[in-house]
């Protein structure tokens, strides 16, 4: 069973670069997309971008010019990193795994597999 | 960019209650709709996918229906342990947003 794992610092200084690795474990990381999400303290959920095993991109439009997501196939593990931070970037951060099904016509996409999520305060 | 409304924002209902939740896409997304349940400090947990698939092992009063922009998940016979907020989320091919989620509380 596929299993996630986030690591990295809990604390960033604002103006900082975030940093965080997720690691995969139970199975590859080859032939998924791997996402990143987040959650600010008692508010909703908000997608970051997706990572192919191959290196291939998407990010939320919103972050994009700070986020670089990457993948290491060789350690079983994909990274964010997220520059200039500020107050607005303190959150709980999930990696997941994006699933997807071929229907009839389409093929269709879910994150069927979170990790538990790791919180990151930027405070100096 | 794509934009989920859900409605209601907070929800308070009964053990035993029928309730439905609606996720407003700001334009069409098919079917490429999918609902979580997530419980405090927890990570969301995936009951629907395709708008309607139900994910294995979620026990089958869920259910959720709709295309294009309007999209429902319902409970047909709440339980206990289905006190917790919801969130709908779009995933086309490149993109993804999440609606702002829905808290369901015991009346």
């Known amino acids: 069973q596929v299993q996630l794992q986030e690591s990295g610092p809990g604390l960033v200084k604002p103006s900082e670069t975030l940093s965080l690795t997720c690691t995969v474990s139970?199975?590859?990381?080859?032939?998924?997309?791997w996402s990143w999400i987040r959650q600010p303290p008692g508010k909703g959920l908000e997608w970051i971008g997706y990572i192919y095993y191959s290196g291939s991109t998407n990010y939320n439009p919103s972050l994009k010019s700070r986020v670089t997501i990457s993948v290491d196939t060789s350690k079983n593990q994909f990274s964010l990193k997220l520059s200039s931070v500020t107050a607005a970037d303190t959150a709980v951060y999930y990696c997941?795994?994006?699933?997807?099904?071929?229907?009839?016509?389409?093929?269709?996409?879910?994150?069927?597999?979170w990790g538990k999520g790791t919180t990151v305060t930027v405070s100096s | 960019d794509i934009q989920l409304t859900q409605s209601p924002s907070f929800l308070s209902a009964s053990v035993g209650d029928r309730v439905t939740i609606t996720c407003r896409a700001s334009q069409g997304i098919s079917s490429y709709l999918a609902w979580y349940q997530q419980k405090p400090g927890k990570a969301p947990k995936l009951l629907i996918y395709?708008?309607?698939t139900l994910q294995s092992g979620v026990p089958s009063r869920f259910s959720g229906s709709g295309s294009g922009t309007e999209f429902t998940l319902t409970i047909s016979s709440l339980q206990p342990e289905d006190f917790a907020t919801y969130y709908c989320?779009?995933?086309?091919?490149?993109?993804?947003?999440f609606g702002q989620g829905t808290k369901l509380e015991i009346k």
């Open positions: 395709a708008a309607s």
């Open positions: 997941a795994r994006r699933g997807v099904v071929q229907g009839t016509r389409y093929y269709y996409y879910y994150m069927d597999v």
């Open positions: 989320q779009q995933l086309n091919s490149y993109l993804s947003t």
């Open positions: 139970g199975g590859s990381i080859s032939s998924y997309y």
